[in-house]
Every structure is written in structure tokens, then in C-alpha cells.
């Protein structure tokens, strides 16, 4: 933790040299006000200089981007590069470069466990909730994509067949994508079975045979 010790003829004086020194706006640092000093008489003598300790903060999301830096570069990625883009509470950190099938692994598996770390990371240090989530040359927008395209031929094959159609195991946020990609299909529904890691997700036609055992789609 980057901190600094400022002595001057005022508080505020001091106050304002220690943060020139960290570099950082008066938001950024927490104020410690070690002498308040003492006027000398005349202003000349008996006085002593106020002293404060100014101690940066930790940025939650330039910590995580650290992080994450030395992770992909010891995972052999040492080109890639990190972008973060704030809006508000929520932040995404876009890698871009290196070997793209190594960060994402199959079905973006190694990408969520990026992002599980990130989270981690991000959040240990702050009393505000931040929300992480990190993307490798925008493999989340064309997984999405991917996935509501399935979903559709899922469906279509549910309702010909009149056979319920079970997905492979996905992580939360896919199937929630499934789950949204048919919600205002009229023809099937969806719901989730199974423990996570293992849960996946069932597409059955509303006119078939159900479930017996039919869970709320999460």
C-alpha cells in the first residue's frame, strides 16, 4: 500500500503536498493528520510544522487488471493486452492479443475462471459491490449469439419431434441465455435439471410428454 509523509506550515498546506506527491486527487487517498502543528509566537517563534500521512487507496479494477495481467502472462499469454471499461459498478475487461483459444478454453471455460479470479480480486479490498466480467476479443457477443441460435434449432427439434432435447451442461449465465432466447416461445418451454457443474438445460414442446421432475429454469 503506497503511502507518503508531508510536513508543512499548515495542514491543508501538507495536506496538499502529500497527495502531489502520490500523484492522486483528495478522493483517491485517505488522510491521516499525524501533528496538527503550532503556531510560534509572531509567527516566528516556538511553532512546529503540521505533519498528515496520505495513503492511497486501492482501485479495485487497476488492482484486478494486475492481476489478471501477471495470470495470462504466466499462462503464456505475455503479448495480450487488457482494455477496462467502466460503466459504473459494472466493468468489463477486454483482453486483446495473444493465443485466444488459450484464455477462452472449451466452451469459454478457462474464460470464466479468468473472470471467477477477477471477481475475487476486485472485491476483497472494496465496501461497494463491483461487478466483473471479462471478455477475450469478444468471444462473449458471438457465444450469446451462438447460443440463441441453438436454442431456436432446439426448439424447432422439440416441436417436430415431440420429444424433449436435453443441452450439454452450461455454466449460469448461458443458460439463462437459453432460457431468455425461448421465454416467449409458444410452442416450448425450458426449464434446468441437475447440479451445477453439471446442470443443463431441457427444451421440451408444450403438446409433448413433460417431466415429472421439472425444475425453475435457472
Known amino acids: 500500500m503506497k503511502e507518503v509523509t508531508a510536513t508543512a506550515r499548515t495542514v491543508e498546506e501538507a495536506v496538499q503536498l502529500a497527495l502531489a506527491q502520490l500523484g492522486v486527487p483528495r478522493e483517491r487517498a485517505v488522510i491521516v493528520v499525524l501533528d496538527e502543528g503550532k503556531r510560534g509566537w509572531f509567527g516566528l517563534f516556538g511553532g512546529r510544522p503540521a505533519v498528515v500521512k496520505a495513503v492511497l487507496k486501492i482501485d479495485p479494477v487497476e488492482e484486478t487488471v494486475g492481476f489478471l495481467q501477471q495470470v495470462i502472462a504466466q499462462m503464456g499469454a505475455e503479448g495480450a493486452s487488457i482494455e477496462a471499461v467502466r460503466r459504473g459498478k459494472q466493468v468489463t475487461l477486454h483482453v ?110 408444450k403438446t409433448g410428454k413433460m417431466s415429472p421432475k421439472k425444475e425453475a429454469p435457472r
Open 96 to 205: 486483446h492479443g495473444g493465443p485466444v483459444g488459450l484464455l477462452i478454453g472449451k466452451h469459454g471455460q478457462t474464460l470464466n475462471a479468468l473472470q471467477f479470479l477477477a471477481q475475487l480480486v476486485a472485491n476483497r479490498h472494496t465496501d461497494e459491490y463491483v461487478s466483473i466480467a471479462v471478455d477475450v476479443e469478444n468471444y462473449r457477443e458471438r457465444r450469446e449469439k451462438a447460443l440463441i441460435e441453438l436454442a431456436h434449432k432446439l426448439a424447432a427439434r422439440a416441436v417436430k419431434t415431440g420429444k424433449e432435447v436435453r443441452l450439454e451442461p452450461l455454466p449460469a449465465h448461458e443458460r439463462k441465455i437459453i432460457h431468455a432466447a425461448l421465454a416467449d416461445n409458444k410452442h416450448v418451454l425450458t426449464y434446468s435439471v441437475g447440479v451445477d457443474p453439471h446442470r443443463s438445460i431441457v427444451v421440451a414442446p
